[in-house]
């Protein structure tokens, strides 16, 4: 084989590695796309269904935290009350 007719076949099979490579970078690049889209949604959908738990969960900490607060404060007004005044 001479060197012109392997230069040229050498370049024949660089157009159709170009092609496929071109091919592949599309079908990775809807790949991707398809995958991000899929987990946006999936993130939407878990973040809309526990938002309203997370909020009633905060609510309820919020009232217990200030029935804490409120027993310990009677508590310790109990406790001063029951203690001999000071002299």
């Given amino acids: 084989m001479s060197l012109e007719s392997r230069l040229t076949d050498i370049q024949k099979q660089l157009v159709t590695l170009k092609a496929q490579a071109r091919k592949a970078s599309g079908k990775a690049q809807k790949r991707a796309k398809r995958l991000e889209r899929k987990t946006r949604v999936m993130l939407e959908r878990t973040v809309r269904t526990l938002e309203p738990k997370v909020r009633a ?31």
Avoid: Q
């Fill in 57 to 87: 969960a905060v609510a309820e900490a919020r009232l217990i935290a200030l029935g804490v607060r409120a027993g310990v404060r009677a508590g310790a007004a109990a406790y001063r009350r029951s203690r001999a005044p000071k002299r």
